[in-house]
């Protein structure tokens, strides 16, 4: 049996979500006597695809074409399922990345296979995997089995350990191809990024997050300047958002992203209970707010109960010395 | 134009989850059901699209009898009529999608719009799943939606890491609604009132097995409340000093 790992790339450059679903393929592979194998797909990604080999991966298929250049649901998910057929591999793991969760859906639908999507967890025992996956945006966790002979799985980024590469290349094979015009009814035309510097809120190592008691959307200012010394993305809880201080990609919550970043910095967010589900997988929580009875502090590593105008300067100047960026 | 728009009935986003008897699933004896918040989005988006160019608006929900009042609410919002896919074992993701591929397939759709999620099971599957099902091309997370009629076009920006891409698809199609596309209306007491009379269809849903089951729900480990620091910038160097000595994420 084969596990295929769908290695996610930007411009011909794997992302970090492509080693932590190599490296959770090797080690499911490992638990259910399967082989792991990789799939890139894209324009002059050949070469990059090799790097899987530092995470366990014999060998990776390239499916390369100009037309790969940009994302096409259609194209894409046509590529993995003949790839998955034509390799016998009966599981397929992406990442629950924008990418991952729009290709994972079509691939089921086209292999008839069960989906068990943004999973936090997965463990082979005996034939069988068993998936962990959080539910109501993480107020519950189920355990999934899936039936059916073939299974997709996408797997939230910043969860699984890309462990380390050990600089062993994988054999590349490019695979052939057949795609028609008709495979391209959807395509992407282009791409534009919104905010230069700062990573995104559901890649995000670190992320600061502001609520409705910074009272208006000039005073995100501190929220950024503390998200710059510490490069983190910036959240706003829904209150925020609802306002119009930031925009609707910036809300965390069951109504927005749900986030699993090492440190999650919540400023002058009261906790309502929507916020809460999509933020308290973080590593670590810090809560700064006035009201001592906020319900952030419940699921608070670390608290302070202040006033944030006063902290949050405070802070970021102190995180400036400490890494040395004064 | 003809256009469909799949709505599903969920908890709200105060709902306290507590796990049922079966412990496979919530407890919903205390839970109150609404619209999904996402598809808000998708039938606003249809309804722009009806007030622009003029089009037949056909909502359909997958479930038991309550979910007639979530056909009710879109119906209040404007459109034309409901198709009810009744059955009281709705399954899992591949389960919906293949009910709403087969009760859709020869409806003659010239969009069909979804949620981006739904905020029970959070999967993110049905619509994209679907649209394989019914062969259709589809895009997911779409925050901006131009559809030109006469040139079978659609053109949708769909959120991404960071940004945005831009999307090309020919109709018929598949779009599934993020928050952002637009502002949803509120049903006005006159929508309210003529949602009343508007037909709602029951069809028998398809012969369809879900691929999945659920072992076991469980609450997430408790977090245990931490150490509050202080009350104010005092409190500063010790949180600096905790963050990277003992949690070590700076």
């Not at chain 1, 910074?214 to 925020?240: H, Q, T, W």
């Not at chain 1, 910036?250 to 933020?279: E, F, N, R």
């Not at chain 1, 502090?297 to 400036?320: C, H, N, T």
Request: proline share 4%.
């Amino acid at each position: 049996m084969r596990i295929l790992a769908f290695a996610e790339q930007r411009d011909g450059k794997l992302k970090k979500v492509a080693f932590e679903v190599a490296h959770a393929a090797v080690q499911l592979a490992g638990q259910i006597g399967a082989e792991a194998v990789g799939l890139v797909i894209g324009n002059g990604v050949e070469k990059d695809a090799s790097e899987l080999g530092g995470f366990g991966i014999g060998k990776v298929y390239a499916a390369e074409g100009e037309r790969l250049s940009l994302y096409s649901t259609t194209a894409y998910a046509k590529v993995v399922s003949d790839a998955a057929e034509s390799l016998s591999a009966d599981i397929v793991l992406f990442p629950a990345s924008a990418m991952g969760k729009d290709l994972a859906p079509r691939v089921a639908g086209r292999l008839k296979a069960g989906l068990a999507a943004d999973c936090i967890a997965l463990k082979g025992e005996g034939g069988s995997i068993v998936a962990t996956r959080p539910v109501y945006a993480g107020k519950g966790l189920i355990d999934l089995k899936i039936n059916s002979p073939r299974k997709v799985f996408t797997l939230r980024p910043n969860v699984f350990s890309p462990g380390g590469a050990n600089g062993t290349a994988a054999t590349v094979e490019r695979l052939n191809l057949s795609l028609q015009d008709s495979d391209f009814l959807s395509k992407v035309i282009g791409v534009t990024f919104t905010k230069a510097g700062r990573p995104d809120l559901t890649e995000a190592n670190i992320i600061v997050s502001g609520g409705r008691g910074l009272g208006g959307p000039d005073n995100f200012k501190m929220i950024e300047d503390l998200a710059d010394v510490l490069g983190a993305a910036v959240g706003a809880s829904r209150a925020a958002v609802d306002a119009g201080w930031r925009p609707h990609e910036d809300q965390v919550g069951q109504t927005g992203k749900t986030v699993s970043p090492s440190l999650y910095v919540a400023v002058a967010i009261s906790g309502a209970i929507q916020h809460l589900a999509g933020m308290s997988s973080s590593k670590f929580i810090v809560a700064i707010n006035k009201d001592k009875d906020a319900p952030i502090f419940q699921v608070a590593d670390y608290g302070i109960v202040g006033d944030a105008f006063e902290v949050i300067p405070e802070l970021s100047a102190q995180m400036k010395k400490a890494l040395g960026k004064d | 134009m003809k256009l469909f728009v799949c709505v599903n009935q969920v908890p709200d986003t105060e709902t306290k989850v507590k796990i049922g008897q079966d412990g496979k699933s919530i407890d919903r004896s205390e839970v109150n059901l609404i619209l999904n918040p996402y598809d808000e989005f998708a039938v606003e988006a249809a309804l722009q699209l009806k007030d622009k160019n003029g089009a037949e608006v056909t909502y359909v929900s997958v479930g038991g009898d309550s979910v007639k009042e979530v056909l009710r609410k879109a119906l209040a919002m404007g459109g034309d009529r409901g198709i009810h896919v009744k059955t009281d074992n709705i399954g899992d993701s591949y389960a919906v999608a293949s009910m709403i591929a087969f009760v859709l397939k020869d409806a003659g759709a010239d969009m069909i719009l979804f949620g981006k999620q739904s905020i029970d099971y959070d999967d993110a599957a049905v619509g994209t799943m679907a649209a394989e099902m019914l062969g259709l091309p589809s895009a997911s997370v779409v925050v901006k939606l131009d559809v030109d009629e006469n040139a079978r076009k659609v053109t949708c920006e769909r959120e991404i890491e960071g940004g945005k891409e831009t999307v090309e698809l020919t109709m018929p199609c598949v779009i599934s609604a993020q928050k952002g596309l637009n502002e949803p209306r509120y049903p006005s007491l006159k929508g309210i009132m003529a949602a009343k009379s508007k037909p709602i269809q029951e069809v028998a849903p398809s012969a369809v097995e879900p691929l999945t089951e659920v072992a076991e729900m469980k609450k997430p480990p408790a977090k245990q409340a931490g150490k509050i620091l202080g009350t104010d910038k005092s409190a500063v160097p010790e949180l600096v000093r905790l963050l990277h000595e003992e949690a070590k994420v700076i």
